[in-house]
């Protein structure tokens, strides 16, 4: 039995091929509509190759009850969002709606932020169209692409994120 807070200290690993390991086991998983980038741009559709590491777990807490992970956990509420915007001073962060810059809105209803974990790409400090708002999130039942991120099954999500904390990376492995 595990005591909280759990601190392994591993890293995540993303294969091109749309697997995510976690130690010695492979969870399938979506990536960007245009597969993977060295190079990111803002709205490239393209998940970033690198290592990154996580943030912060935020979650709906009107639709899951709190997770176990040793992350920093906020709740989702209404008027959350993530400025998407690289003219705006709040680039590639949370804001509260409405927001004059383009922003995603992190109350969605299609479930797929229902949990979302942050992950440290481009954020200290954000370069203004070097890509913004790159999550771990839940998948769409089809594993459909993201616009970047990557995305695991809600249950899968749920065991991945037990095992980490803000010691772990999310490692986007490059094609080579």
């Given amino acids: 039995m595990r005591s ?3 601190t392994p200290r591993m890293d995540l690993i993303v294969k091109p091929d749309g697997w995510l ?8 998983c979506a990536l960007g509509r245009n597969h993977i980038a060295t190079v990111k741009k803002e709205g490239d559709g393209a998940t970033p ?3 990154f590491p996580l ?3 935020y979650y709906r807490a009107d639709r899951i009850e709190l997770l176990m992970t040793s992350l920093p956990v906020s709740v ?3 008027t959350d969002g993530w400025c998407d915007d690289p003219t705006c001073a ?3 962060s949370l804001v509260r709606l409405p927001h004059e810059g383009s922003h995603e809105n992190l109350w969605r209803n299609d479930g797929l932020y229902d949990v979302v974990v942050t992950i440290g790409h481009n954020d200290e400090p954000a370069v203004p169209g ?6 771990l999130h839940v998948a769409a039942k089809d594993y459909a692409p993201t616009e970047g991120c990557v995305a695991l099954g809600l249950d899968d ?4 994120i037990a095992d980490c904390d803000t010691g772990t990376s999310l490692h986007i492995m490059s094609e080579s």
């Fill in 90 to 92: 709040s680039y590639n």
């Fill in 49 to 51: 190759v690198g290592r």
């Fill in 157 to 160: 999500l749920r065991t991945v």
């Fill in 21 to 28: 390991h976690c130690g010695q086991t492979a969870y399938r």
């Fill in 130 to 135: 070097l890509g913004s708002g790159i999550f």
């Fill in 76 to 78: 989702i509420g209404e």
């Fill in 55 to 57: 943030r912060r777990l």
């Fill in 4 to 6: 909280w807070p759990y």
